[in-house]
């Protein structure tokens, strides 16, 4: 009984149903019971440590479009103005082209209802004004041109009688020449006939007819002199004539040419006008044209920022807010600055959107339910407090595609796949504080061909 001796008692013996201290020496059941509990329970942990786990990088964001035009966008008016007439309401869906709203003007220079009307008369006027200049620039140059040949023509006869005169100078040094040959002969002639009187060989009559043409001779130089001399005289002023002749007509075309220049000047200058004036009424038209607020693309009017009639909305001011139709859905994750280099475009994502209930494993991606896969699109280069955004398009080889229902803006939370590690090892990691693996060998290619296909594929699933 106390262990000394070797012989047991056994145990449906009558001592233990009548002594009750026999039975407390016994020992309990359920310590055994326990023992072996505890004991598969901790090989169960060990055996627990040993299973595969992935690792993977978390991160919150929300519901965005991959393409910028597919983003919710604000309509502002080109022109400011007060609102006169609504044509829609938030929620309803418009047409690109459709008309959103109507403003009236503020500007008092565009009040006159006939403020085009009066533009393009002014217009109309000053193309009569530059058709006239015109044709006074045409006159100007027929005036050039007319004074250019009379100036050669008169010009030419000048030249004609220049020559004429050199001529005549030639004819009246001959007779000169000739002349001056008689007249020597008729003194020569009178001298001897002199002698011969004083020697009274000859009568006086033939002395006084000698010396009559003596005198006839000298005459006749003096004429023959003073005619080559006013010949000489008029042949100077004949080409003094072709110079002032040129200089007279050369000071018309040149005051001509002065006024032309003047006149195209002026022409050039109501073209100015006429281009601003032009300008004008274009910007005008354009202006009344932008009096009807238009939906830019197709979408659906989700918040008007304005309300009521007769607000006045400036320029540049947000008038109503419009979202897409058919987005190509993204989502739009922050993650850490310490993980980021962990990542790469292609690596798989699962993501549990809000609305959607689902069981997350985080480390055994098999066991997790209601989630959706999902592939690094984008990372920026630049952080955001701290964070840095990456963008995630739904995985083309995922069999179950996102949902139909999702909407921009909707909160989601998701997880990158990374390398599967031992159990201990993700505990020993996490102590220690140290990043997780990066991925090794990753199947996504950076060639732009596979993003173009991927992106097809894409598309088309969503037309689907």
Same mark, same amino acid.
């Given at each position: 009984?106390?262990?000394?001796?070797?012989?047991t008692?056994?145990?449906?013996?009558?001592?233990?149903?009548d002594?009750y201290v026999?039975?407390l020496l016994?020992?309990?059941?359920?310590?055994k019971?326990v023992?072996y509990?505890?004991?598969?329970?901790?090989?169960?942990?060990?055996?627990?440590?040993f299973?595969?786990?992935?690792?993977?990088?978390?991160?919150f964001g929300?519901?965005?479009?991959?393409r910028?035009?597919d983003?919710?966008?604000?309509?502002?008016?080109?022109?400011?103005g007060?609102?006169?007439?609504?044509?829609?309401?938030?929620?309803?869906?418009?047409n690109a082209?459709?008309?959103?709203?109507r403003?009236?003007?503020?500007?008092?220079y565009?009040?006159?209802?006939?403020?085009?009307?009066r533009?393009?008369?002014?217009?109309?006027?000053?193309?009569?004004?530059?058709?006239s200049?015109?044709?006074k620039?045409?006159?100007?140059?027929?005036q050039?041109?007319?004074?250019?040949?009379a100036m050669?023509l008169e010009i030419n006869?000048?030249?004609n009688?220049?020559?004429q005169?050199r001529?005549k100078?030639?004819i009246?040094?001959?007779?000169?020449?000739?002349?001056?040959?008689?007249?020597e002969?008729?003194i020569?002639q009178?001298?001897?006939e002199k002698e011969l009187?004083?020697k009274?060989l000859?009568s006086?009559t033939?002395l006084e007819?000698?010396?009559l043409?003596?005198?006839?001779?000298?005459?006749?130089?003096?004429s023959?002199? @003073?005619?080559l001399?006013? /010949? *000489?005289? %008029?042949?100077?002023n !004949?080409?003094? $004539? +072709?110079s002032?002749?040129?200089?007279?007509y050369m000071?018309k075309?040149?005051?001509?040419?002065?006024?032309?220049?003047s006149?195209?000047?002026?022409?050039?200058e @109501?073209?100015?006008?006429? /281009? *601003?004036? %032009?300008?004008?009424? !274009?910007?005008? $038209? +354009?202006?009344?044209?932008?009096?009807?607020?238009?939906a830019?693309q197709a979408?659906?009017?989700i918040?008007?920022?304005?309300t009521?009639?007769g607000e006045?909305?400036?320029?540049?001011?947000?008038?109503?807010?419009?979202?897409?139709?058919?987005?190509?859905?993204?989502?739009e994750?922050?993650?850490?600055?310490?993980?980021?280099?962990?990542?790469?475009?292609g690596?798989?994502?699962?993501l549990?959107?809000?609305?959607?209930?689902?069981?997350?494993?985080?480390?055994?991606?098999s066991?997790?339910?209601?989630?959706f896969g999902?592939?690094?699109?984008?990372?920026?280069?630049?952080?955001?407090?701290?964070?840095?955004r990456?963008?995630?398009v739904?995985?083309v080889?995922?069999?179950?595609?996102?949902?139909?229902?999702?909407?921009?803006?909707?909160?989601?939370y998701?997880?990158?796949?990374?390398?599967e590690v031992p159990?201990w090892?993700?505990?020993?990691r996490?102590?220690?504080a140290f990043p997780?693996?990066?991925?090794e060998?990753?199947?996504?290619?950076?060639?732009e061909?596979?993003?173009?296909?991927?992106?097809?594929e894409?598309?088309?699933?969503?037309?689907?």
């Amino acid at each position: 009984m106390l262990g000394v001796s070797k012989n047991t008692i056994p145990e449906g013996d009558k001592l233990f149903e009548d002594f009750y201290v026999f039975e407390l020496l016994q020992t309990p059941r359920y310590g055994k019971i326990v023992a072996y509990w505890s004991l598969g329970i901790f090989l169960a942990g060990i055996a627990f440590l040993f299973l595969p786990w992935q690792q993977n990088i978390a991160g919150f964001g929300q519901l965005t479009a991959l393409r910028p035009e597919d983003r919710p966008q604000k309509v502002y008016p080109i022109v400011g103005g007060r609102i006169e007439q609504w044509y829609t309401q938030e929620g309803q869906f418009v047409n690109a082209g459709d008309t959103i709203a109507r403003i009236s003007e503020i500007k008092d220079y565009y009040f006159d209802p006939n403020l085009t009307d009066r533009m393009a008369s002014q217009i109309d006027a000053q193309g009569d004004a530059i058709g006239s200049l015109g044709d006074k620039a045409v006159a100007l140059d027929q005036q050039i041109a007319a004074d250019r040949a009379a100036m050669d023509l008169e010009i030419n006869q000048a030249r004609n009688k220049v020559e004429q005169l050199r001529y005549k100078i030639t004819i009246d040094s001959a007779d000169l020449v000739a002349i001056e040959t008689q007249y020597e002969n008729a003194i020569n002639q009178f001298e001897r006939e002199k002698e011969l009187f004083k020697k009274g060989l000859t009568s006086k009559t033939d002395l006084e007819n000698k010396e009559l043409k003596a005198k006839e001779s000298t005459a006749k130089l003096n004429s023959a002199q @003073n005619k080559l001399a006013t /010949t *000489k005289n %008029e042949y100077l002023n !004949t080409v003094l $004539e +072709v110079s002032s002749k040129r200089a007279e007509y050369m000071s018309k075309i040149a005051k001509a040419m002065s006024d032309k220049s003047s006149t195209l000047a002026y022409v050039n200058e @109501n073209e100015q006008k006429l /281009t *601003k004036l %032009e300008n004008e009424l !274009t910007n005008v $038209e +354009v202006r009344k044209a932008n009096y009807i607020i238009r939906a830019p693309q197709a979408g659906y009017i989700i918040k008007s920022l304005l309300t009521g009639i007769g607000e006045i909305v400036k320029e540049g001011q947000a008038l109503v807010t419009i979202m897409p139709e058919n987005p190509l859905l993204a989502v739009e994750l922050y993650v850490g600055a310490n993980d980021v280099p962990l990542l790469q475009r292609g690596t798989h994502v699962r993501l549990q959107f809000d609305g959607w209930p689902s069981l997350v494993f985080s480390g055994w991606e098999s066991a997790t339910v209601g989630t959706f896969g999902g592939k690094i699109a984008v990372i920026d280069y630049v952080n955001t407090k701290n964070k840095y955004r990456i963008l995630v398009v739904p995985d083309v080889q995922d069999e179950e595609g996102w949902p139909a229902a999702l909407r921009v803006g909707s909160g989601v939370y998701g997880w990158a796949m990374l390398n599967e590690v031992p159990i201990w090892y993700e505990l020993w990691r996490q102590l220690n504080a140290f990043p997780p693996l990066p991925v090794e060998g990753s199947d996504y290619e950076n060639n732009e061909e596979k993003e173009k296909i991927e992106q097809l594929e894409y598309d088309s699933k969503l037309k689907r």
